[in-house]
Nanobody, 114 residues
Framework: VQLVESGGDLVQPGGSLRLSCAASESITNIFDMRWYRQAPGKQRELVASIRKSGSTNYADTVKGRFTISRDNAKNTVDLQMSSVKPEDTAVYYC?????????WGQGTQVTVSS
């Protein structure tokens, strides 16, 4: 499956942003969809994940501020970001994990700055 992220932008601290990940085929049977991020000079880190069942997990640094959701009808996975902080600045990547393999998107840049 091919993944394409969109929605990255420059946003002020305390603002909101919604990222979207569009899959090239049905995600109905993809058992895990995730958002990762990588800031300059840092390792890529898991931000949030959502399973086929709908169960979600979040990094402690974003818990209560970010919400991940998936729309199996539209083959999309979104990340709603609220109360953003400068430390949320990073390239955000979409990732899918299925029984027959995994895929990464190309990333979308999020910059939090006044």
């Amino acid at each position: 499956v091919q993944l394409v992220e969109s929605g990255g932008d420059l946003v002020q601290p305390g603002g909101s942003l919604r990222l979207s990940c569009a899959a090239s085929e049905s995600i109905t049977n993809i058992f895990d969809m995730r958002w990762y991020r990588q800031a300059p000079g840092k390792q890529r880190e898991l931000v949030a994940s959502i399973r086929k069942s709908g169960s979600t997990n979040y990094a402690d640094t974003v818990k209560g501020r970010f919400t991940i959701s998936r729309d199996n009808a539209k083959n999309t996975v979104d990340l709603q970001m609220s109360s953003v902080k400068p430390e949320d600045t990073a390239v955000y990547y979409c990732y899918s994990l299925a029984y027959d393999g995994s895929s990464w998107g190309q990333g979308t840049q999020v910059t939090v700055s006044s």
